[in-house]
């Protein structure tokens, strides 16, 4: 019983040293602490995940349609795209964006409006862009695509409209033949074959027009659904096959006053072809219903998330806590035994009966204990949202309120969020100690703990989702406590969700890996001074 | 007097020390070099030797800090390499460099060493104020540790190590940059210490501090030169007891010294047994200044020779130390000399 008392006595004097210790050091919390929180707490809310504004020159070649139309399709495609004007001058265009006067330059086809429509081809864009950036390249590549595309899409639109002004015409025309052939078999029943003739020459006059608006129409509509991957529409089919018919009729007729000209089949013929014509221009209407934009663009997307919403400073609000955590104990852990070698303790302590394991229990508990502390502050700090009136002050500052705190949603349960700070902090002080046990002096041990910060800042899938990254280099990542750590947090706070039952494990088995990896490391130091 | 150094080797009481040709070698340089002593129970012993002459080496050697590179140590019985838990709780140990926490107060810093030895919250409250009082520190124990003064780093190390009340005490260094009065005050303490049966290894550079000692022993450059109790020291730095002449007239080497050699206690065997020391003075080296004394008296009389003064000379021990030392360092040099 004595004994026990006296090991819980030995283990206990750590405990509160450590304690004093960095409570005499408020300057170590601060850069430790606040330092980092502070940045990280100006990159959340200076950081704005919105795409640069490209300035762009659109360059189209003299003579072509688009010389004078460009700019009403390209000056208001959106706000990424600052529409600098249109050129035919190629070499001056690229001259200003070597100057950086301007980001993109937007080189347009010679005709685009005869490559789309006759040869039913994609009119090709080429963009230069100036940037040695190579995610700035992609984004230029990217919305320079995506820009283009609306471009294109403008274009066609144009082109299908007036596809559609003439499919007015086409119902017009047909009509109008439906009329002179009514009109001939008017003429015919009369028996008056010169203006039968008349009427006839008329008819075909408009079925040949009809034909050949039609068949330009029905062909600009065929591109449309070939590339949107429906098949021939219902309604240019019918236009198809109902023009095929009225033309085989249209064969039979004879012309009013020839030899074996038959006036009764004349008339039957041509009231069929009435019929077939009245169909058409019913097919042809089913044209003109259908709205040019859905033609060129039929799909719109629209995002739902089956994830609860998070701005995007709450996202990486977890991912702030860990990474603190962390880098608090991990220095912390790092600077302990450095310490108490320089100090000369380790010579004290090895002529006392304490041993290493109640170092490392007394140390832990101390560290854990403050890590806690800082750990609820910090939490508070982030999921509050209380907002404080400023009232005149904030006129100065361009706001009336400042928000106390983050407003980051905790969706899930405090148990698992403080099991999973528990388990961070219990690996990230033995990983410290670790440090600690094998470096010779303190300006070592805080080199070795920036590392692990920084690995963890690439590594841990903070800012860079773990997907991203090789799988050997994933390896680096599912060793730093981190990794773990923020994505188990992630899940309770942002998911509202029970964490991974194994990830957890993991980390805490880590956390017992560094404890026993420090505690035969110190137990060595402790056994006798190497030489 | 040899009859005591011979004590110290050949006492049937407990030996709480011992040491058997105990070497620690730091590269080619011997830092230790083949010391033996045996120290018995409730004795003090005083080391004492220049700066880098090993004593702190021995001290980490004897405590299990440093394992030996040759030679064995027991303290308490046991060799430190293999102390037990329990056993540790009976040391104290003093190391020479303020070994505490600068960001903790003079109280906290005590509190946290009376942990380490796990002695009880509550009932350490009185002691640990108590040792304060001793140390003079009584009034800055709230004070943090980097900002009191390296004298009072030294009493505030030595009451942490008082704390638990140890029964074998290793002070290195103890009284290093305390004003005279207080380190007399540590010294009687210490004698109360062994008054009460405890064992002191203590090491100091104020060679004055060895007439506290019960056995002095004397280092240079990693060896142990001898053992000795402090008068032991004396003569055998001198080769025996010293007394000083101041004669009525000028010192003839025919009438006043010549003579001097027939006695038996006069230590002719050393090479300036007698010897002028001024115009009307000399000193003689004697084996028992206490007999000599009359003796001398007496003839002076029966010689009409007429005397000033005559009296015992005791030497300070740093003069005793340095001619010690430098006697040691001489033979050092020769027997290397000869070796090569
Ligand atoms: N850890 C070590 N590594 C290398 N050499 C050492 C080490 N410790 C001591 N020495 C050397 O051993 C010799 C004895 O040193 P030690 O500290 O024992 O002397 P000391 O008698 O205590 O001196 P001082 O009175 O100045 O404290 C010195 O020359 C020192 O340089
Ligand atoms: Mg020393």
């Known amino acids: 019983m004595g004994n026990l008392s006296r090991l819980f006595v030995r283990a206990s004097s750590f405990f509160s040293k450590e304690i004093f210790e960095i409570l005499r050091q408020p300057r170590l919390i601060a850069t430790l602490v606040l330092g980092p929180f502070l940045i990280l707490l100006l990159f959340g809310i200076g950081y704005r995940n919105e795409a640069p504004v490209l300035r762009t020159v659109f360059v189209v070649p003299a003579g072509s349609p688009l010389e004078t139309e460009i700019e009403k399709y390209a000056s208001d495609l959106g706000e990424q795209l600052d529409y600098r004007g249109a050129t035919t001058d190629l070499e001056g265009a690229l001259a200003q964006l070597k100057r950086g006067e301007i980001d993109l330059v937007a080189v347009a086809p010679f005709d685009a409006y005869s490559t789309i429509r006759y040869e039913g081809e994609q009119a090709v864009f080429t963009l230069y862009h100036n940037e040695i950036d190579p995610l700035q390249a992609d984004y230029v590549r990217y919305f320079g695509k995506i820009y283009i595309d609306e471009v294109n899409r403008r274009i066609l639109r144009a082109i299908t409209e007036r596809g559609q002004e003439q499919s007015i015409s086409i119902s017009q025309r047909a009509a109008s033949a439906r009329q002179n052939s009514a009109a001939m078999r008017d003429a015919l029943a009369r028996g008056d074959v010169v203006a039968a003739r008349d009427y006839q020459r008329a008819f075909e006059r408009d079925l040949y027009q009809l034909e050949t608006d039609t068949n330009t129409t029905i062909e600009l509509l065929d591109n449309v659904d070939a590339t949107l991957g429906g098949d021939a529409d219902n309604s240019t089919e019918a236009v198809r096959s109902g023009l095929q018919q009225i033309r085989d009729n249209q064969a039979q007729l004879g012309l009013a006053g020839d030899s074996n000209f038959d006036s009764d089949a004349q008339i039957s013929t041509a009231t069929q072809i009435e019929a077939e014509l009245a169909t058409l221009e019913s097919s042809v209407a089913d044209l003109e219903a259908i709205d040019s934009r859905v033609l060129v663009s039929p799909f719109r997307s629209e995002t739902q998330s089956v994830a609860p919403a998070t701005l995007l400073a709450q996202y990486f609000a977890p991912a702030v806590i860990v990474l603190l955590l962390q880098h608090l104990a991990v220095t912390f852990g790092a600077l302990t035994m450095v310490r108490e070698r320089q100090l000369g303790t380790v010579e004290l302590f090895r002529v006392s009966p304490i041993s290493p394991a109640e170092v490392l229990v007394g140390k832990y508990a101390g560290y854990l204990l403050f890590g806690g502390v800082v750990a609820a502050i910090l939490t508070a700090v982030m999921v509050s949202g209380y907002q404080l009136p400023l009232s005149g002050l904030g006129s100065l500052i361009g706001t009336d309120t400042l928000t106390l705190g983050l407003g980051v949603p905790m969706g899930g349960n405090w148990l698992y969020f403080s099991a999973v700070v528990f388990a961070l902090l219990f690996a990230s002080v033995g990983l410290g100690f670790v440090i600690s046990l094998i470096v010779d002096t303190d300006s070592q041990a805080v080199q070795y703990a920036m590392i692990v910060l920084l690995s963890s800042v690439f590594f841990s899938g903070v800012f860079l989702r773990l997907e991203t990254l090789l799988s050997y280099v994933r390896a680096v990542s599912w060793s730093l406590p981190a990794t773990y750590a923020v994505q188990l947090l992630q899940t309770i706070m942002l998911r509202g969700q029970a964490p991974s039952v194994r990830l957890l494990a993991t980390l805490f088995g880590m956390g017992v890996l560094f404890y026993l990896v420090a505690w035969l490391l110190l137990g060595r130091q402790m056994r006798y001074q190497a030489d | ?340």
């Open chain 2, 1 to 340: 007097m040899a009859t005591e150094r011979s004590d110290v080797r050949s006492s049937s009481a407990e030996i709480d020390i011992h040491a058997a040709k105990l070497t620690k070698q730091f590269g080619d340089q011997y830092a230790v070099k083949d010391v033996s002593f045996d120290i018995p129970r409730g004795k003090i012993f005083g080391f004492i030797g220049p700066s880098g002459s090993g004593k702190t080496t021995a001290v980490r050697l004897l405590t299990g800090i440093y394992p030996p590179t040759a030679g064995t140590a027991r303290v308490l019985g046991v060799e430190p390499m293999n102390f037990t838990q329990h056993l540790r709780e009976e040391i104290g140990y003093m190391p020479q460099l303020f070994a505490l926490y600068p960001d903790l107060t003079v109280w906290e810093n005590l509190n946290f060493v009376a942990s380490l030895y796990g002695m009880n919250f509550v009932t350490r409250r009185k002691r640990l104020r108590e040792l304060l009082e001793f140390v003079e520190l009584d009034k800055d124990r709230r004070k943090l540790a980097r900002s009191i003064s390296g004298g009072m780093q030294r009493r505030l190390t030595l009451a942490a190590t008082l704390a638990h009340d140890p029964r074998l005490l290793f002070l290195d260094e103890p009284t290093a940059g305390i004003d005279p009065v207080l380190r007399r005050k540590f010294w009687d303490h210490f004698k109360t210490l062994q008054d009460s049966g405890r064992t002191l290894f203590v090491t100091t550079q104020y060679v004055g501090e060895a007439a506290y000692c019960d056995y002095v022993g004397v280092m240079t450059r990693g060896q142990l030169v001898l053992v000795e109790t402090p008068q032991g020291l004396r003569k055998r730095a001198y080769g025996g007891e010293l007394v000083d002449i101041v004669f009525k007239d000028s010192v003839s080497e025919r009438r006043h010294l010549q003579p001097l050699q027939q006695f038996d206690f006069v230590q002719k065997q050393l090479p300036r047994a007698v010897q002028r020391t001024g115009r009307h003075n000399a000193r003689i080296v004697v084996d028992d200044a206490g007999a000599a004394l009359p003796a001398l008296m007496k003839w002076f009389g029966d010689q009409e020779i007429e005397i000033e003064n005559i009296e015992e000379h005791v030497p300070p021990f740093d003069d005793v130390f340095v001619e010690i030392v430098s006697k040691a360092e001489a033979e050092m040099d020769a027997a290397e000399a000869n070796h090569g």
